[in-house]
């Protein structure tokens, strides 16, 4: 069972976790697809969805987390071992159970407070997490999901098909949370493009913000990845800035899509239309 994970808009393109209470997530590596999960007593990048460790991720202010094990109370550690392996430690935070987390796209990196490195997943057979990296590379990168909500599909991207979606789309209609049409003026209408590549990535620019993120997508499954939109924080009020917040909130609610020829349309859980697009 997946969701998304909603993090705060980026101020000047650098991602900032928004402080909120204790979340029970799973932790994916992007190079393999696999799950983290204990091996050995080591957290490794080795398992299948069901089997991922589930952690509660704490938000320490700034970019900074930790990691706890819900049933143990202990907190992950990255120094263990000399290549900084990770396992649980203790049940208090200190250097190293303190890490650094950044967005690019729909993905993750960590990087120790303690050290300095980032968090690798592929040391060893086992593809071991460690912080050892001075780099942010394919194993370097990570997709996190929070677990436990109502939704029993699991949205995991098939990176070999590319999305249905993909394509140069215009925004033709939007609905606001109550499900009135937004009306758009003259300028508005001429920013309303919406790019998406094979894999999914989206970019868009309705106010005076760019806005980046990933959608994955099951069978008629939509949803976006990782910590939802990377997004410039630019003051530009006005109905522009209101349709930017209106389209982005619509894309994080949104759980199934259609398309019917030339149009694309995004419906949340309750099925209620959120956005419709043309085709360019």
Not at 85 to 100: H, K
Not at 110 to 124: D, F, K, M, P, T
Request: proline content about 4%.
């Amino acid at each position: 069972m997946r969701r998304f994970i909603a993090l705060a808009a980026l101020a000047c393109g650098l991602a900032t976790p928004v402080a909120a209470a204790a979340e029970q997530v799973a932790i994916q590596s992007w190079q393999n697809r696999r799950y983290a999960c204990f091996d050995g007593g080591y957290l490794a990048a080795s398992c299948p969805g069901n089997r991922a460790h589930v952690f509660e991720i704490e938000r320490l202010g700034g970019n900074e987390v930790a990691f706890r094990d819900p049933a143990s109370g202990r907190y992950l550690r990255a120094g263990v071992t000399e290549n900084a392996l990770m396992a649980l430690g203790g049940d208090r935070i200190g250097g190293w159970e303190r890490f650094e987390m950044s967005q690019s796209g729909g993905t993750f990196h960590l990087r120790s407070v303690q050290n300095g490195q980032y968090v690798r997943a592929g040391i060893g057979q086992q593809t071991l997490f460690g912080a050892v990296s001075p780099h942010a590379l394919g194993w370097e990168e990570f997709r996190i999901f929070p677990v436990g909500t109502p939704s029993e599909v699991s949205l995991e991207q098939d990176h070999e098909t590319p999305v249905p979606f993909a394509g140069n789309w215009v925004l033709d209609r939007v609905l606001d949370a109550s499900g009135q049409d937004v009306r758009f003026n003259d300028r508005m209408a001429r920013m309303r493009p919406v790019e998406i590549d094979a894999q999914g990535r989206l970019h868009f620019a309705f106010g005076c913000n760019q806005i980046n993120g990933q959608l994955l997508q099951r069978g008629d499954r939509i949803g976006v990845a990782g910590g939802g939109f990377m997004t410039t924080r630019m003051a530009c009020p006005g109905p522009e800035m209101e349709l930017e917040r209106i389209v982005s909130a619509s894309f994080a609610s949104a759980a199934h899509f259609a398309i019917n020829g030339t149009r694309w349309s995004l419906r949340d859980a309750n099925h209620q239309l959120r956005l419709e697009f043309v085709r360019q």
